[in-house]
């Protein structure tokens, strides 16, 4: 792969991404393992701030919740309340309706700053996830060109030590060929008193010397 500058880099990977649905990434078990620790490092700073942003969005989306049910709650009670009221006019409602009415227009309030931060923060949460795969993608990138130059290095040495194997599985043959030549002559006239005249451990043509045609044991 040709190297590219950062800023080239940048370039290529924010035009890359231009209209692609990215996943949240914090949240895709796959995304983590592409990571090792020098990844992690790299991508810390978006990571928690997107994970606080998640979090942020969790505890809006619940607050808001929350809020649209005690609102429906006070109107539902605001209604019983002007019914029983209307039936009976001095039952001392009106104070309570007026509570609750104040409450309905606070929890009205809550819900716009509530629904304002509910569309803010996905836009938030895009951004700093588009920014963590810029960084994703250029740990990538990095991390994949430092792999071929390192396959190359351990391809290169593997053809030495394949072309140094074959050498020297030649000469063992050589050699184990001259000593089963030499001992055959000997044996012919001492027999088996060869190997103790020539201090031999083993026989030279027996099976533990021998080789298959790629001259491995």
């Known amino acids: 792969m040709k190297r590219r500058g950062n800023k080239g880099k940048q370039d290529l990977f924010s035009e890359a991404l231009r209209g692609k649905k990215i996943p949240v990434l914090t949240l895709d078990n796959k995304w983590y393992q592409l990571l090792d620790q020098k990844g992690k490092n790299q991508t810390a700073g978006q990571v928690e701030k997107l994970n606080q942003l998640l979090k942020d969005l969790g505890k809006v989306n619940t607050e808001a919740k929350n809020i649209r049910a005690l609102k429906k709650k006070l109107m539902q009670e605001i209604i019983s309340m002007v019914d029983e009221a209307a039936q009976k006019p001095d039952s001392g409602l009106d104070e309570k309706i007026e509570n609750h009415k104040k409450m309905v227009e606070e929890c009205s309030g809550r819900l716009a700053d509530y629904e304002e931060r ?13 920014q963590l795969m810029l960084k994703t993608m250029e740990y990538c990138y990095d991390t994949m060109q430092a792999n071929e130059e390192e396959i190359r290095r351990i391809a290169d040495w ?8 074959k050498e020297r599985m030649i000469r063992k043959q050589e050699l184990e060929q001259a000593n089963y030549t030499m001992y055959s002559y000997m044996h012919d006239i001492f027999g088996m008193d060869v190997v103790d005249i020539f201090d031999m451990q083993h026989d030279p043509g027996g099976e533990e010397n021998k080789t298959d045609q790629n001259g491995l044991p």
Do not use: C, K, M
């Not at 509910?118 to 588009?130: V, Y």
């Not at 593997?158 to 194997?165: G, K, P, Q, S, Y």
């Open 118 to 130: 509910q569309l803010e923060l996905p836009r938030q949460i895009d951004e700093i996830n588009f």
């Open 158 to 165: 593997v053809a030495e030590i394949r072309t140094e194997l």
